[in-house]
Protein backbone atom coordinates (compact mmCIF):
# COMPACT_ATOMS: atom_id res chain seq x y z
CA UNK A 1 0.00 0.00 0.00
CA UNK A 2 1.22 3.74 -0.92
CA UNK A 3 2.03 6.41 1.53
CA UNK A 4 -0.31 8.97 0.59
CA UNK A 5 -0.37 12.49 1.50
CA UNK A 6 -4.11 14.12 0.54
CA UNK A 7 -5.32 17.97 0.98
CA UNK A 8 -8.64 18.45 0.21
CA UNK A 9 -11.49 21.22 0.16
CA UNK A 10 -12.89 19.67 3.53
CA UNK A 11 -12.14 16.91 6.02
CA UNK A 12 -14.80 14.91 4.50
CA UNK A 13 -13.06 14.98 1.57
CA UNK A 14 -9.26 13.98 2.79
CA UNK A 15 -11.06 10.87 4.38
CA UNK A 16 -12.41 9.58 1.08
CA UNK A 17 -8.92 10.14 -0.82
CA UNK A 18 -7.33 8.12 2.32
CA UNK A 19 -10.06 5.40 1.93
CA UNK A 20 -8.68 5.49 -1.55
CA UNK A 21 -5.04 4.91 -0.55
CA UNK A 22 -6.31 2.05 1.75
CA UNK A 23 -8.04 0.33 -0.81
CA UNK A 24 -5.17 0.71 -2.54
CA UNK A 25 -5.33 3.83 -4.58
CA UNK A 26 -1.90 5.93 -5.77
CA UNK A 27 -2.04 9.78 -5.31
CA UNK A 28 -4.05 10.34 -8.72
CA UNK A 29 -6.87 8.14 -7.31
CA UNK A 30 -7.14 9.80 -3.88
CA UNK A 31 -7.01 13.35 -5.26
CA UNK A 32 -9.92 12.45 -7.89
CA UNK A 33 -12.12 10.70 -4.86
CA UNK A 34 -11.56 13.67 -2.51
CA UNK A 35 -12.22 16.44 -5.29
CA UNK A 36 -15.38 14.12 -6.49
CA UNK A 37 -16.23 14.25 -3.00
CA UNK A 38 -15.73 17.99 -2.37
CA UNK A 39 -17.86 18.79 -5.55
CA UNK A 40 -20.43 16.93 -4.21
CA UNK A 41 -20.29 17.51 -0.44
CA UNK A 42 -19.74 21.51 -0.42
CA UNK A 43 -23.06 22.03 -1.87
CA UNK A 44 -23.48 25.48 -4.23
CA UNK A 45 -19.51 25.59 -3.76
CA UNK A 46 -19.23 23.20 -6.48
CA UNK A 47 -20.72 20.60 -8.62
CA UNK A 48 -20.19 17.09 -10.59
CA UNK A 49 -21.76 19.07 -13.50
CA UNK A 50 -19.45 21.52 -13.67
CA UNK A 51 -15.66 21.26 -15.10
CA UNK A 52 -12.18 21.69 -14.55
CA UNK A 53 -8.46 20.13 -15.19
CA UNK A 54 -6.82 17.33 -13.40
CA UNK A 55 -2.43 17.63 -13.53
CA UNK A 56 -0.87 14.59 -12.73
CA UNK A 57 3.02 14.66 -12.88
CA UNK A 58 3.55 10.31 -12.74
CA UNK A 59 7.06 9.02 -11.21
CA UNK A 60 8.61 7.85 -14.47
CA UNK A 61 7.03 10.54 -17.19
CA UNK A 62 6.45 13.88 -18.04
CA UNK A 63 3.54 15.77 -16.30
CA UNK A 64 0.50 16.30 -18.24
CA UNK A 65 -2.78 18.25 -18.00
CA UNK A 66 -6.38 16.64 -18.76
CA UNK A 67 -8.72 19.64 -20.04
CA UNK A 68 -12.34 19.11 -18.77
CA UNK A 69 -13.57 22.53 -18.36
CA UNK A 70 -16.72 23.87 -19.72
CA UNK A 71 -17.48 24.53 -23.49
CA UNK A 72 -19.95 26.48 -25.24
CA UNK A 73 -23.26 24.43 -26.04
CA UNK A 74 -25.24 25.04 -28.74
CA UNK A 75 -24.79 22.37 -31.55
CA UNK A 76 -27.77 22.19 -34.35
CA UNK A 77 -30.21 25.19 -32.94
CA UNK A 78 -31.31 27.96 -34.92
CA UNK A 79 -29.71 31.35 -33.80
CA UNK A 80 -33.35 32.46 -32.17
CA UNK A 81 -32.81 29.55 -29.79
CA UNK A 82 -29.72 31.41 -28.45
CA UNK A 83 -29.67 34.47 -25.74
CA UNK A 84 -32.55 33.25 -23.60
CA UNK A 85 -33.22 30.69 -20.48
CA UNK A 86 -31.17 32.84 -17.98
CA UNK A 87 -31.65 35.91 -15.96
CA UNK A 88 -29.59 37.95 -13.65
CA UNK A 89 -28.94 38.11 -9.57
CA UNK A 90 -26.85 40.01 -7.29
CA UNK A 91 -26.22 38.87 -4.01
CA UNK A 92 -23.95 40.30 -1.29
CA UNK A 93 -21.05 37.32 -1.66
CA UNK A 94 -17.78 38.60 -2.09
CA UNK A 95 -18.61 42.38 -1.17
CA UNK A 96 -21.37 42.02 -4.28
CA UNK A 97 -21.61 39.91 -7.30
CA UNK A 98 -24.10 39.52 -10.27
CA UNK A 99 -24.15 37.04 -12.46
CA UNK A 100 -26.61 34.74 -14.90
CA UNK A 101 -28.13 31.60 -13.71
CA UNK A 102 -30.99 29.50 -14.82
CA UNK A 103 -31.13 26.94 -17.49
CA UNK A 104 -29.50 29.37 -20.39
CA UNK A 105 -26.59 29.50 -18.07
CA UNK A 106 -25.85 25.99 -18.22
CA UNK A 107 -22.21 25.22 -20.49
CA UNK A 108 -21.05 21.60 -21.59
CA UNK A 109 -19.73 20.29 -18.34
CA UNK A 110 -16.22 18.14 -18.57
CA UNK A 111 -15.56 17.16 -14.70
CA UNK A 112 -16.38 13.63 -14.96
CA UNK A 113 -15.06 13.34 -18.58
CA UNK A 114 -11.23 14.58 -16.86
CA UNK A 115 -11.59 12.83 -14.11
CA UNK A 116 -12.58 9.24 -16.19
CA UNK A 117 -9.28 9.91 -18.87
CA UNK A 118 -6.92 10.55 -15.99
CA UNK A 119 -7.97 7.38 -13.76
CA UNK A 120 -7.64 5.19 -16.84
CA UNK A 121 -4.46 7.04 -17.67
CA UNK A 122 -2.68 7.09 -14.24
CA UNK A 123 -5.32 5.42 -11.31
CA UNK A 124 -4.22 1.79 -9.77
CA UNK A 125 -7.92 1.49 -9.08
CA UNK A 126 -10.53 0.16 -11.20
CA UNK A 127 -13.34 3.18 -11.88
CA UNK A 128 -16.30 1.51 -9.77
CA UNK A 129 -14.07 1.10 -7.09
CA UNK A 130 -13.16 4.53 -6.98
CA UNK A 131 -16.39 5.77 -6.96
CA UNK A 132 -17.73 3.07 -3.98
CA UNK A 133 -16.36 5.45 -1.24
CA UNK A 134 -18.13 8.67 -2.69
CA UNK A 135 -21.13 7.21 -3.31
CA UNK A 136 -21.36 6.17 0.36
CA UNK A 137 -21.45 9.22 1.65
CA UNK A 138 -24.09 10.20 -0.54
CA UNK A 139 -26.27 7.52 0.71
CA UNK A 140 -25.58 8.33 4.31
CA UNK A 141 -25.89 11.89 3.93
CA UNK A 142 -23.48 14.10 4.57
CA UNK A 143 -23.53 17.22 7.16
CA UNK A 144 -23.54 20.59 5.27
CA UNK A 145 -20.26 22.06 5.94
CA UNK A 146 -18.97 25.73 7.08
CA UNK A 147 -18.08 26.97 3.09
CA UNK A 148 -21.41 25.82 2.03
CA UNK A 149 -23.60 27.23 4.59
CA UNK A 150 -21.14 30.63 4.82
CA UNK A 151 -22.05 30.34 0.65
CA UNK A 152 -25.27 29.35 0.72
CA UNK A 153 -26.38 32.58 3.07
CA UNK A 154 -25.69 34.78 0.28
CA UNK A 155 -26.76 32.47 -2.80
CA UNK A 156 -29.56 30.39 -1.21
CA UNK A 157 -32.53 31.75 -1.77
CA UNK A 158 -30.70 33.68 -5.00
CA UNK A 159 -29.34 31.30 -6.78
CA UNK A 160 -30.57 27.65 -5.40
CA UNK A 161 -34.04 28.90 -4.18
CA UNK A 162 -36.53 29.25 -7.71
CA UNK A 163 -35.83 25.82 -8.93
CA UNK A 164 -38.28 22.81 -7.37
CA UNK A 165 -35.31 20.24 -6.99
CA UNK A 166 -32.62 22.29 -5.81
CA UNK A 167 -35.18 23.63 -3.37
CA UNK A 168 -36.39 20.73 -2.05
CA UNK A 169 -32.42 19.81 -1.08
CA UNK A 170 -31.41 22.67 0.61
CA UNK A 171 -34.65 24.08 2.11
CA UNK A 172 -36.43 20.43 2.92
CA UNK A 173 -38.47 21.83 5.75
CA UNK A 174 -38.89 25.35 4.23
CA UNK A 175 -35.48 26.95 5.64
CA UNK A 176 -32.19 26.44 4.71
CA UNK A 177 -30.11 24.26 6.32
CA UNK A 178 -27.57 25.07 8.54
CA UNK A 179 -23.80 23.99 9.70
CA UNK A 180 -24.26 20.53 10.43
CA UNK A 181 -27.58 19.32 9.10
CA UNK A 182 -27.19 16.16 7.25
CA UNK A 183 -27.76 16.76 3.35
CA UNK A 184 -29.79 14.62 1.69
CA UNK A 185 -29.61 14.66 -2.27
CA UNK A 186 -32.73 12.38 -4.30
CA UNK A 187 -31.21 10.64 -7.18
CA UNK A 188 -27.45 11.36 -6.66
CA UNK A 189 -26.28 8.06 -5.26
CA UNK A 190 -28.37 6.06 -8.26
CA UNK A 191 -26.91 8.54 -10.45
CA UNK A 192 -23.69 7.80 -9.94
CA UNK A 193 -24.01 4.11 -9.38
CA UNK A 194 -24.93 4.03 -13.08
CA UNK A 195 -21.40 6.17 -14.00
CA UNK A 196 -19.63 3.72 -11.84
CA UNK A 197 -21.19 0.41 -13.42
CA UNK A 198 -20.45 2.35 -16.95
CA UNK A 199 -18.56 4.64 -17.04
CA UNK A 200 -18.85 8.08 -17.78
CA UNK A 201 -20.98 7.07 -21.28
CA UNK A 202 -24.05 6.85 -18.91
CA UNK A 203 -23.75 10.53 -18.14
CA UNK A 204 -22.63 11.83 -21.83
CA UNK A 205 -24.49 9.93 -23.96
CA UNK A 206 -27.34 7.83 -22.37
CA UNK A 207 -30.10 8.50 -20.16
CA UNK A 208 -28.29 10.79 -17.99
CA UNK A 209 -27.48 12.95 -21.21
CA UNK A 210 -30.92 12.89 -21.75
CA UNK A 211 -32.19 14.04 -18.68
CA UNK A 212 -30.21 16.41 -18.71
CA UNK A 213 -30.21 17.71 -21.51
CA UNK A 214 -34.10 17.54 -21.76
CA UNK A 215 -34.74 19.66 -19.01
CA UNK A 216 -31.77 22.57 -20.03
CA UNK A 217 -34.10 22.48 -23.54
CA UNK A 218 -37.33 22.78 -22.39
CA UNK A 219 -35.79 25.65 -19.99
CA UNK A 220 -34.83 27.59 -22.50
CA UNK A 221 -31.06 26.44 -22.25
CA UNK A 222 -28.83 25.21 -25.11
CA UNK A 223 -27.44 22.01 -24.02
CA UNK A 224 -28.30 19.58 -26.49
CA UNK A 225 -27.70 15.66 -26.70
CA UNK A 226 -24.99 16.63 -29.33
CA UNK A 227 -23.18 18.87 -26.97
CA UNK A 228 -23.24 16.07 -24.45
CA UNK A 229 -22.54 13.38 -26.48
CA UNK A 230 -19.58 15.27 -28.65
CA UNK A 231 -17.98 16.45 -25.25
CA UNK A 232 -14.12 14.83 -25.13
CA UNK A 233 -11.30 15.59 -22.19
CA UNK A 234 -8.30 16.85 -23.67
CA UNK A 235 -4.84 15.38 -22.84
CA UNK A 236 -1.68 17.79 -23.19
CA UNK A 237 1.56 18.56 -22.08
CA UNK A 238 1.94 20.66 -19.13
CA UNK A 239 3.39 24.38 -18.88
CA UNK A 240 6.77 23.95 -16.94
CA UNK A 241 8.72 26.45 -15.16
CA UNK A 242 11.18 26.57 -12.59
CA UNK A 243 10.96 28.05 -8.79
CA UNK A 244 14.28 28.30 -7.02
CA UNK A 245 15.33 24.00 -7.34
CA UNK A 246 11.89 22.98 -8.00
CA UNK A 247 10.19 22.26 -11.31
CA UNK A 248 6.77 23.92 -11.77
CA UNK A 249 3.98 21.66 -14.23
CA UNK A 250 0.89 23.42 -14.02
CA UNK A 251 -1.97 23.80 -16.73
CA UNK A 252 -1.05 24.47 -20.20
CA UNK A 253 -3.05 27.12 -22.94
CA UNK A 254 -6.01 27.20 -23.97
CA UNK A 255 -6.52 28.08 -20.43
CA UNK A 256 -5.06 31.37 -18.91
CA UNK A 257 -4.25 30.08 -14.76
CA UNK A 258 -1.79 28.44 -15.39
CA UNK A 259 0.12 30.67 -17.85
CA UNK A 260 -0.46 33.70 -15.87
CA UNK A 261 1.18 31.69 -12.95
CA UNK A 262 3.91 30.78 -14.54
CA UNK A 263 4.16 34.70 -16.01
CA UNK A 264 4.60 35.71 -12.71
CA UNK A 265 7.15 33.26 -11.48
CA UNK A 266 9.09 34.39 -14.39
CA UNK A 267 9.20 38.19 -13.15
CA UNK A 268 9.32 37.43 -9.95
CA UNK A 269 13.01 35.32 -10.67
CA UNK A 270 13.96 38.22 -12.94
CA UNK A 271 13.39 41.13 -10.30
CA UNK A 272 13.42 39.26 -6.95
CA UNK A 273 11.77 38.62 -3.89
CA UNK A 274 13.28 38.95 -0.67
CA UNK A 275 10.33 38.78 1.51
CA UNK A 276 6.72 40.65 2.36
CA UNK A 277 8.52 43.51 3.46
CA UNK A 278 8.13 46.89 1.46
CA UNK A 279 10.67 45.68 -0.96
CA UNK A 280 9.10 42.10 -1.44
CA UNK A 281 5.62 43.30 -1.56
CA UNK A 282 6.18 45.91 -4.04
CA UNK A 283 8.03 43.13 -6.46
CA UNK A 284 4.33 40.94 -6.09
CA UNK A 285 1.76 43.82 -6.81
CA UNK A 286 3.36 45.17 -10.32
CA UNK A 287 4.16 41.77 -10.95
CA UNK A 288 0.37 40.91 -10.38
CA UNK A 289 -0.35 44.29 -12.23
CA UNK A 290 1.59 43.62 -15.45
CA UNK A 291 0.36 39.89 -15.84
CA UNK A 292 -3.03 40.44 -14.77
CA UNK A 293 -3.34 43.70 -17.13
CA UNK A 294 -1.86 41.67 -19.99
CA UNK A 295 -4.36 39.01 -19.73
CA UNK A 296 -7.66 41.88 -19.58
CA UNK A 297 -6.13 43.42 -22.58
CA UNK A 298 -5.30 40.54 -24.59
CA UNK A 299 -6.62 37.63 -23.47
CA UNK A 300 -9.61 37.77 -22.27
CA UNK A 301 -11.22 38.46 -25.22
CA UNK A 302 -9.29 37.21 -27.77
CA UNK A 303 -10.65 34.93 -30.31
CA UNK A 304 -8.29 32.65 -30.11
CA UNK A 305 -5.64 32.94 -26.66
CA UNK A 306 -2.92 30.63 -27.91
CA UNK A 307 -0.42 33.09 -29.67
CA UNK A 308 -1.64 35.79 -26.92
CA UNK A 309 -0.15 33.36 -24.36
CA UNK A 310 2.71 32.53 -26.09
CA UNK A 311 3.55 36.38 -26.20
CA UNK A 312 2.54 36.61 -22.29
CA UNK A 313 5.09 33.64 -21.75
CA UNK A 314 7.65 35.51 -24.34
CA UNK A 315 7.57 38.87 -22.58
CA UNK A 316 7.90 37.43 -19.21
CA UNK A 317 10.81 35.63 -19.84
CA UNK A 318 12.67 38.52 -19.87
CA UNK A 319 11.57 39.69 -16.02
CA UNK A 320 11.10 43.27 -16.65
CA UNK A 321 7.56 43.74 -15.95
CA UNK A 322 7.44 47.47 -17.55
CA UNK A 323 6.95 45.01 -21.36
CA UNK A 324 3.84 44.15 -19.68
CA UNK A 325 1.71 46.75 -18.91
CA UNK A 326 -1.08 47.77 -21.13
CA UNK A 327 -2.95 51.21 -21.21
CA UNK A 328 -17.64 31.41 -5.77
CA UNK A 329 -16.21 28.63 -6.72
CA UNK A 330 -14.21 26.00 -7.10
CA UNK A 331 -12.62 23.10 -4.99
CA UNK A 332 -9.33 21.69 -5.07
CA UNK A 333 -7.37 18.74 -4.35
CA UNK A 334 -3.86 17.58 -3.75
CA UNK A 335 -2.23 14.89 -3.25
CA UNK A 336 1.30 13.12 -3.25
CA UNK A 337 2.45 9.71 -2.95
CA UNK A 338 5.64 8.00 -2.10
CA UNK A 339 5.81 6.38 -5.37
CA UNK A 340 6.81 9.59 -6.73
CA UNK A 341 3.53 10.36 -8.47
CA UNK A 342 1.55 13.97 -7.77
CA UNK A 343 -1.63 14.83 -8.83
CA UNK A 344 -3.35 18.16 -8.63
CA UNK A 345 -6.86 18.72 -9.83
CA UNK A 346 -9.09 22.02 -9.64
CA UNK A 347 -12.78 22.21 -10.63
CA UNK A 348 -15.64 24.37 -10.44
CA UNK A 349 -19.29 24.65 -11.25
CA UNK A 350 -18.91 28.42 -11.30
CA UNK A 351 -21.62 30.42 -8.47
CA UNK A 352 -23.88 27.77 -9.54
CA UNK A 353 -27.05 27.53 -12.24
CA UNK A 354 -29.89 26.88 -9.51
CA UNK A 355 -30.71 24.09 -12.07
CA UNK A 356 -31.28 20.35 -10.99
CA UNK A 357 -32.41 18.37 -13.99
CA UNK A 358 -35.52 16.39 -11.80
CA UNK A 359 -34.40 11.96 -11.92
CA UNK A 360 -30.90 13.21 -11.79
CA UNK A 361 -29.57 14.81 -8.08
CA UNK A 362 -27.03 16.67 -10.46
CA UNK A 363 -26.56 20.33 -9.92
CA UNK A 364 -25.31 22.39 -13.28
CA UNK A 365 -22.69 24.61 -13.55
CA UNK A 366 -23.76 28.40 -14.70
CA UNK A 367 -21.12 29.40 -16.33
CA UNK A 368 -22.12 30.92 -19.26
CA UNK A 369 -23.86 33.55 -17.04
CA UNK A 370 -20.32 34.22 -15.41
CA UNK A 371 -19.58 37.96 -16.87
CA UNK A 372 -15.58 37.86 -16.00
CA UNK A 373 -15.76 34.35 -18.69
CA UNK A 374 -17.97 36.30 -20.91
CA UNK A 375 -16.09 39.44 -21.43
CA UNK A 376 -17.63 39.35 -24.97
CA UNK A 377 -21.34 38.60 -24.22
CA UNK A 378 -24.05 36.03 -23.53
CA UNK A 379 -23.92 33.01 -26.21
CA UNK A 380 -21.85 35.19 -27.88
CA UNK A 381 -19.42 31.52 -28.49
CA UNK A 382 -18.93 29.62 -31.35
CA UNK A 383 -20.52 25.72 -29.95
CA UNK A 384 -17.65 23.64 -29.19
CA UNK A 385 -15.54 26.17 -27.75
CA UNK A 386 -13.65 25.57 -24.42
CA UNK A 387 -14.46 28.64 -22.23
CA UNK A 388 -11.56 30.72 -20.32
CA UNK A 389 -10.27 29.66 -17.14
CA UNK A 390 -8.57 30.97 -14.40
CA UNK A 391 -7.21 27.51 -13.00
CA UNK A 392 -4.04 26.25 -12.37
CA UNK A 393 -3.51 22.91 -10.89
CA UNK A 394 -0.09 22.59 -9.64
CA UNK A 395 2.91 20.14 -9.47
CA UNK A 396 6.43 20.31 -8.44
CA UNK A 397 9.22 18.43 -8.61
CA UNK A 398 12.57 18.52 -6.49
CA UNK A 399 15.97 16.42 -7.89
CA UNK A 400 16.04 15.02 -4.58
CA UNK A 401 12.11 12.92 -5.24
CA UNK A 402 9.88 15.84 -3.34
CA UNK A 403 6.43 16.10 -4.82
CA UNK A 404 4.83 18.73 -4.08
CA UNK A 405 1.08 19.26 -5.47
CA UNK A 406 -1.23 22.85 -5.06
CA UNK A 407 -3.92 24.44 -6.50
CA UNK A 408 -6.61 26.58 -5.11
CA UNK A 409 -10.28 27.74 -5.39
CA UNK A 410 -11.13 31.60 -5.96
CA UNK A 411 -11.48 32.67 -9.45
CA UNK A 412 -9.75 35.02 -10.69
CA UNK A 413 -7.75 34.97 -7.24
CA UNK A 414 -6.65 31.56 -7.90
CA UNK A 415 -3.28 32.32 -10.04
CA UNK A 416 -2.59 34.98 -7.29
CA UNK A 417 -3.42 32.19 -4.07
CA UNK A 418 -1.25 29.84 -5.30
CA UNK A 419 1.99 32.29 -6.38
CA UNK A 420 1.47 33.54 -2.50
CA UNK A 421 1.66 29.91 -1.60
CA UNK A 422 5.02 29.00 -3.38
CA UNK A 423 6.91 31.68 -2.64
CA UNK A 424 5.99 30.97 1.24
CA UNK A 425 7.23 27.71 0.73
CA UNK A 426 9.80 27.25 -2.08
CA UNK A 427 11.47 30.46 -1.91
CA UNK A 428 11.31 32.07 2.16
CA UNK A 429 11.04 27.88 3.27
CA UNK A 430 8.32 28.15 5.60
CA UNK A 431 6.64 24.77 6.41
CA UNK A 432 3.55 23.74 4.84
CA UNK A 433 0.75 25.04 6.94
CA UNK A 434 2.69 28.49 7.36
CA UNK A 435 2.89 28.87 3.68
CA UNK A 436 -0.38 28.11 3.27
CA UNK A 437 -1.87 30.22 6.20
CA UNK A 438 0.27 33.10 5.52
CA UNK A 439 -2.03 36.69 4.67
CA UNK A 440 -2.35 37.39 1.06
CA UNK A 441 -3.27 40.51 -1.32
CA UNK A 442 -4.59 40.70 -4.77
CA UNK A 443 -4.12 43.19 -8.00
CA UNK A 444 -7.86 43.58 -8.75
CA UNK A 445 -9.73 45.56 -11.57
CA UNK A 446 -12.82 47.64 -11.07
CA UNK A 447 -13.74 50.24 -13.10
CA UNK A 448 -11.47 52.85 -11.41
CA UNK A 449 -8.33 51.13 -12.05
CA UNK A 450 -6.19 48.50 -10.39
CA UNK A 451 -6.07 48.42 -6.56
CA UNK A 452 -4.50 45.91 -3.94
CA UNK A 453 -7.13 43.81 -2.31
CA UNK A 454 -5.15 42.76 1.14
CA UNK A 455 -5.53 40.60 4.65
CA UNK A 456 -4.60 41.78 7.56
CA UNK A 457 -0.47 41.45 8.09
CA UNK A 458 0.56 42.68 5.16
CA UNK A 459 1.79 46.26 5.72
CA UNK A 460 0.13 47.50 2.19
CA UNK A 461 -0.68 51.04 3.11
CA UNK A 462 2.67 51.43 2.99
CA UNK A 463 2.89 51.27 -0.49
CA UNK A 464 0.57 54.59 -0.99
CA UNK A 465 -1.56 52.35 -3.84
CA UNK A 466 -5.34 52.28 -3.80
CA UNK A 467 -6.33 49.62 -1.88
CA UNK A 468 -9.30 47.46 -0.09
CA UNK A 469 -8.48 46.20 2.82
CA UNK A 470 -10.22 42.91 4.39
CA UNK A 471 -10.60 43.09 8.43
CA UNK A 472 -10.06 39.21 8.54
CA UNK A 473 -8.66 35.78 6.71
CA UNK A 474 -11.38 35.79 3.49
CA UNK A 475 -12.37 32.88 1.43
CA UNK A 476 -12.07 35.85 -1.39
CA UNK A 477 -8.63 35.16 -1.70
CA UNK A 478 -8.81 31.68 -2.11
CA UNK A 479 -8.33 28.29 -0.40
CA UNK A 480 -5.68 26.77 -1.42
CA UNK A 481 -4.92 23.02 -1.05
CA UNK A 482 -1.22 21.77 -1.11
CA UNK A 483 0.15 18.48 0.12
CA UNK A 484 4.02 17.27 -0.12
CA UNK A 485 5.79 14.54 -0.07
CA UNK A 486 9.32 15.09 1.53
CA UNK A 487 11.68 11.25 0.61
CA UNK A 488 13.74 9.90 3.67
Known amino acids: MSEIVVAGASQLAADVGGVIADQGGNAVDAAIGANLTAMITEPGVCAIGGGGFVTVWPAQSDPVTFDGYMEMPGRGLEPD ?31 LAAFSLASERFGALPWRELLGPVI ?99 ERPSLRTELDDWEIATNPAPAIGGASLAAMLFLLHGSGFPDWGIEGMHHVVRTQQAVLGFRREYLDTADDRAPEIHRLLELSHTGDWRRLLTSPSTVHASAVDDGGNGCSVTMSAGYGSGVMPPGTGIWLNNSLGEVELNRRGFHSL ?47 GMDIDDAVQHPRLHVEYPDAGPRVAYEPGLPVESLGLVSRAFESTDMFFGGVGAAIYQPG
Open 136 to 234: DVVRRGFPMSQASRFYLQYAGEEIFGWEPESRAALFPNGTLLDEGDLVFIPDLADSLQVIADTGVEAFYRGDLARLISGDVIEHGGILTRADMAAYRAI
Open 382 to 428: EPGTRMVSNMAPTVGRRADGSVLSIGSPGADRITTAILSTLLNLIHL
Open 81 to 111: QFGRGSFEVTMEYGGGVTTGIGHGAVATPGA
